[in-house]
C-alpha cells in the first residue's frame, strides 16, 4: 500500500536515532548532575532507554551478526575478550552479543563495560547523526553551563567531543569518549568504560584521556579485522 511506501529508509533513520537517544539517556542517567539540569524530559528517556537494552542482550547469537562487503561479521569475533581485557586494565568475565553489538562485560558489569557496534546500513548517515548530537548537546551544556558546579558539570560532559584523526575514512569522539568510525560503508563505535571495576585495586576512575585511548585502540584492533 501507499502509505508503506519508503518505510525501510524511515525504519533505518529511526533506529538510528534511537540508538543515538539510548547513549544520551544513559549518559545522562550515569552522569550525577545530568538528570536535573537537562530535565524531567531526558531523564524519563534515560530510564526508558537503558532499560531497554536488556532485551537486546538477550536476543539469540544469529541476530547479532551484520553482513558487510558480503561477509557476515559478528561485533563479537573483531576484538577477544583478552585484548579488551589488556587494554581497559580489568578482566573481562563474559562477551555478550546484542544485537549487532558486544558487550563485554566485567564483574563490575554496570561500571565497567566495554561495546562494539557494527553496522552497515548507512555509515555515512551514522555519522551526520554523531555529528549533529555533539553540536546539540553542546548548544544544551552552554545553556546550563553558568548555574553554578552542576550546571558546570553537564556542560563539560556534553562538550566532550572531538575528532579523531588518523582512523578510518572519517571519526569521532562523543561524550564519555564514545568513539564512532566509518571505513567505507561500515560503521563503527567503541564505547569505553565508564570507569575501571570497583572490585579491582586502585582508582577505578578514569580520565577523558583514558577512555579515547581505550576506545581507540579497541577500534584499531576492529577495524582491521573488518572484511
Known amino acids: ?9 524511515i525504519d533505518e533513520r529511526a533506529e538510528i536515532l534511537r540508538g543515538g ?7 545522562a542517567k550515569r552522569g550525577m548532575f545530568a538528570m536535573r539540569m537537562i530535565g524531567a524530559g531526558v531523564a524519563l528517556l534515560a530510564l526508558a532507554a537503558c532499560g531497554s537494552g536488556g532485551d537486546a542482550g538477550n536476543s539469540a547469537k544469529g541476530a547479532n551478526v551484520v553482513v558487510a562487503a558480503g561477509k557476515a561479521i559478528d561485533p563479537c569475533s573483531l576484538v577477544t575478550a583478552g585484548e579488551v581485557g589488556a587494554i581497559v586494565g580489568d578482566t573481562i568475565v563474559a562477551a555478550k552479543p546484542a544485537e549487532g553489538r558486544c558487550n563485554y562485560e566485567t ?7 566495554v561495546t562494539i557496534e557494527v553496522d ?8 551526520k547523526v554523531e555529528r549533529d548530537t555533539a553540536r546539540v548537546l553542546g ?6 553551563a553558568g548555574e553554578g558546579a552542576a550546571g558546570a558539570d553537564v556542560d563539560a560532559m556534553l562538550k566532550d567531543s572531538a575528532s579523531a584523526p588518523g582512523i578510518g575514512d ?5 561524550i564519555n569518549a564514545r568513539l564512532s568510525v ?5 560503521y563503527l563505535a567503541v564505547e569505553p568504560p565508564m570507569m575501571r571495576s570497583r572490585m579491582s585495586s586502585g582508582s577505578p576512575l578514569l580520565s577523558s584521556e583514558d577512555k579515547r585511548k581505550m576506545a581507540l585502540a579497541i577500534a584499531q584492533k576492529a577495524l582491521a579485522r573488518l572484511p
Open 1 to 9: 500500500m501507499p502509505r508503506h511506501e519508503g518505510k525501510p529508509k
Open 21 to 27: 537517544a539510548r547513549r544520551l539517556g544513559c549518559a
Open 107 to 113: 564483574a563490575d558489569a554496570a561500571a565497567s563495560t
Open 120 to 127: 552497515h546500513k548507512d555509515a555515512a548517515n551514522h555519522m
Open 139 to 144: 548548544k544544551m551544556g552552554g545553556a546550563v
Open 170 to 174: 572519517e571519526a569521532l569522539f562523543d
Open 182 to 186: 566509518r571505513k567505507g560503508d561500515v
